[in-house]
């Protein structure tokens, strides 16, 4: 990562007047989250289709909150990294309009930021499978502590779920369809930590781009994208953002 690579960032996100972020497992690394197909990812110690999967929960929903139970404070007790409050400082002062995520951590909000599109769920709240009620991460705490899993509603006694989307279910549509609409407004996306691999929303810079929109790609590894980026940069987000938002800050005044 070089200091032109960092002016040519800030220049990009000073020149747009609708800025998007889409943020994926590599942001949250920093903040001891494993990703999921790396070498330490979470898919060496879990098998995805015993775990990830609504098949796998329905059939035994007691074994899938059990493992839960095992990740839960990986995900849970994780704080934000800089690079999760970098995009929330970008934001603040007016120069990023949205983050979608395909996180389910909580760590852009916990950072400070407000227009978060979370196109996979979040692990921290739950919902009922038969009345569809949602429930906050402490009652959901409450009961992995007390291992009475697995965990029932309040309301109606069903079977809860957490409120993420596992292989085998549709994205929540309201969600991803407003994403859509967002991409295809803006003039500048910025991809962090996404290897641009899952679908369907590793088409959304294609989605951006086709639009008129400029790409930034941050990320450690190489993507299928690279090569139709506007600029590209491996490296760890957590130092990258925060220089690029000091450029920009600097440039501003």
Not at 236 to 246: E, P, Q, S, V
């Amino acid at each position: 990562m070089s200091e032109n690579q960092i002016r040519e960032a800030a220049h990009l996100i000073l020149d747009s007047t609708s800025t998007v972020a889409l943020t994926g497992a590599g942001i949250s690394t920093e903040s001891g989250i494993p990703d999921f197909r790396g070498p330490d990812g979470l898919w060496t110690k879990v098998d995805p289709m015993k775990f990830a999967s609504i098949n796998a929960f329905l059939s035994d929903p007691k074994a899938w909150w059990e493992t839960a139970a095992q990740l839960a404070p990986t995900l849970l007790d994780a704080k934000p990294n800089a690079a999760h409050q970098a995009l929330a400082k970008l934001e603040k002062i007016g120069l990023l309009q949205c983050i979608i995520t395909q996180n389910i951590d909580g760590l852009h909000q916990r950072a400070g930021s407000q227009k978060v599109l979370e196109v996979h769920g979040n692990f921290g709240n739950a919902v009922c499978i038969v009345c569809h009620e949602r429930v906050n991460r402490r009652y959901v705490e409450r009961k992995i502590k007390k291992k009475q899993l697995p965990p029932t509603c309040p309301s109606c006694g069903g079977i809860l779920k957490i409120d993420a989307v596992l292989f085998g279910e549709a994205l929540p549509q309201e969600i991803y369809r407003h994403a859509i609409k967002v991409v295809g407004d803006c003039q500048l996306m910025i991809v962090v930590g996404s290897s641009l691999t899952v679908y369907p929303v590793a088409s959304l810079p294609n989605i951006a781009t086709q639009s008129g929109s400029k790409l930034i790609i941050l990320n450690q590894e190489p993507t299928l994208l690279d090569a139709t980026a506007d600029l590209v940069i491996h490296a760890k987000a957590g130092d990258t953002l925060t220089r690029i938002f000091d450029q920009v800050r600097r440039t501003r005044r």
